[in-house]
């Protein structure tokens, strides 16, 4: 009789567990590290990262291939496809015949809606987990994205969600696009009623707990504690916000009000969505160059929201109907070079300079005429429509081009687009091919050596750039009951994450994801 009974309730938890969850909560978080959250542990709560560490499925170490911005690392997140299929290889591109340089979901067909930017996600060439999870609901189902960052609460949304909004540097204000047609409720009620403009010069960002409690500061670091904030006479504070650790708190309360206000999760027999990003890069306006501190913070902070999300979450739906996966982005390279008294080696490279050298290069072998088009972001474009009235061989003028760029100082590689597509570029060849979109790629692609500060462009208002070796890996948490808690050390390929989303949720997985779902 007791094996009976033990019988049925082996069974009953089987269906428990084989039940398909009602809410489906994505957060992207630029900048995590799984160092930093080793290094913190015993620093954080119990339901923020701990929950995650004891409950879910630990992935260390999702590799991206070659080092990506924080917009087409999302991209390939949500679309399990690499630049090369997805469309997506960079937050800004650059067009070749105008002379210009744009962000990648730039779409002036469309209407800002509480800004004057003009966005949709028409660059995305594939379907992302968002519009299959929509597809599968018949459009019932209600998917939102949230994030500080415009173009990266585009991607999370895709082309079929119902709201995708974010912060506006210019006025504070939380914006969207008229290509998505709802505006919720907790949205219209903070720009109207509790506007960002009117709460941000009363926050400040300071230590979550004494300064001498947080590892591994030297001992004359302890004497001036941090302290940021975001007064009204300074043109750039909603920009200074957005990369700041408070930023995560106001992300956390949208959301909330998102799951409780559209009761996410509790339409019976569809799967809600919520999309929600992060950051914890090294804080931009920091003081000095040391911000080990400000960056410890900021995890400690988002343990803390994470740990609110959750709790909404269990008192509106219950985690054990919900699967929330996080997924870490590399941090971005800084725009501070390490002080001068430390005697690293650096130079300058300079766009504007390389393509004046590089035209008389040119001029003298082939004629008058402006070769190079522009530099830009690493790529340089040639002067097609004057290579062809030359009748000269575009290849051959590659070639050439690139030999004489590998000969100037701080240039550390150079590949001409037949290099990257033949599988000839790079230490990992076929990853760099397949990161490389050939629609926005230059007809020579070269890196700096590190170190070395990088004017970002022809425009010397914008900020310069230094070169670091980057990593193309982080760390992604997958928590959900139908999966036991487990720790994966080798390399995931980051791919592979949206058809493990979608096979978890039983949907399919997007129409460019060619890669294994995994199998925990």
């Given amino acids: 009789m007791s094996l009976i009974a033990s019988m049925v309730t082996m069974s009953l938890s ?5 039940k398909r969850p009602s809410l489906v909560v994505g957060i992207m978080v630029e900048g995590l590290d799984q160092m930093h959250i080793n290094q913190l542990r015993s620093y954080f709560g119990d339901n923020g990262f701990n929950r995650l560490f004891k409950e879910g499925v630990i992935l260390q170490n999702v590799d991206y291939g070659t080092p990506l911005d924080n917009i087409a690392a999302t991209a390939m997140i949500y679309t399990g496809a690499a630049p090369s299929v997805n469309g997506i290889p960079s937050q800004e591109v650059f067009n070749a015949n105008k002379g210009v340089s744009y962000p990648i979901f730039l779409d002036p067909s469309k209407i800002g809606n509480y800004t004057d930017e003009t966005y949709s996600p028409a660059a995305i060439s594939v379907s992302t987990i968002s519009d299959e999870l929509k597809i599968d ?3 019932l189902n209600q998917i939102h994205s949230i994030a500080p960052d415009a173009q990266q609460s585009i991607i999370m949304s895709g082309h079929a969600a119902n709201s995708a909004f974010w912060i506006n540097e210019i006025s504070g204000k939380w914006a969207t696009t008229t290509f998505y047609k709802d505006v919720p409720s907790p949205i219209s009620t903070r720009n109207y009623k509790s506007p960002l403009s009117s709460r941000l010069d009363t926050m400040s960002w300071t230590p979550s707990m004494a300064i001498e409690s947080y590892p591994d500061v030297p001992e004359h670091r302890r004497l001036y504690p941090f302290h940021y904030t975001f007064p009204r006479n300074d043109i750039d504070r909603y920009r200074k916000f957005k990369e700041s650790a408070c930023v995560n708190n106001e992300i956390t309360s ?6 409780k206000s559209h009761s996410l999760g509790n339409h019976q027999g569809l799967v809600d969505m919520i999309n929600i990003a992060y ?20 995890y400690i902070k988002l343990d803390h929201s994470l740990a609110q999300l ?3 979450i269990d008192k509106s739906v219950g985690l054990n109907n919900t699967l929330v996966f996080v997924a870490g982005t590399p941090s971005r390279t800084r725009s501070r070079r390490d002080d001068e008294r430390w005697n690293i080696p650096y130079g300058e490279f300079s766009p504007r300079k390389a393509t004046s050298l590089l035209n008389m290069y040119l001029i003298s072998k082939h004629g008058n005429g402006e070769w190079v088009k522009h530099i830009h972001n690493n790529n340089l474009f040639l002067n097609h429509k004057l290579i062809k009235d030359k009748n000269l061989d575009i290849s051959a003028i590659r070639l050439d081009v690139a030999q004489f760029l590998a000969q100037m ?3 550390a590689n150079v ?17 760099t091919r397949r990161n490389t979109c050939i629609k926005h790629t230059g007809d020579i692609v070269f890196t700096i050596l590190p170190g070395w500060v990088v004017a970002n462009s022809f425009d010397d208002s914008k ?6 070796e980057a990593s193309s890996s982080a760390p992604v948490y997958i928590l959900t009951p139908t999966v036991e808690a487990q720790t994966i050390t080798y390399p995931i390929d980051a791919r592979a994450i949206a058809p493990t989303v979608a096979r978890i949720l039983r949907i399919r997985s997007p129409n460019a994801a060619s890669t294994t779902p995994l199998h925990f």
């Fill in 14 to 18: 089987a269906q428990v567990n084989s």
């Fill in 137 to 139: 609901g018949d459009g």
């Fill in 254 to 259: 949208v959301a909330i009000d998102y799951i």
């Fill in 279 to 298: 950051t914890l890069t090294p804080y931009e306006f920091s003081r000095n160059t040391y911000n080990r501190v400000e960056t410890m913070d900021s």
């Fill in 310 to 312: 959750f709790e909404s």
């Fill in 409 to 411: 100082s701080g240039i």
């Fill in 415 to 431: 590949y001409t687009i037949e290099d990257i597509l033949s599988g000839r570029a790079g230490e990992r060849p076929e990853v």
């Fill in 463 to 468: 900020k310069h750039i230094v070169t670091r």
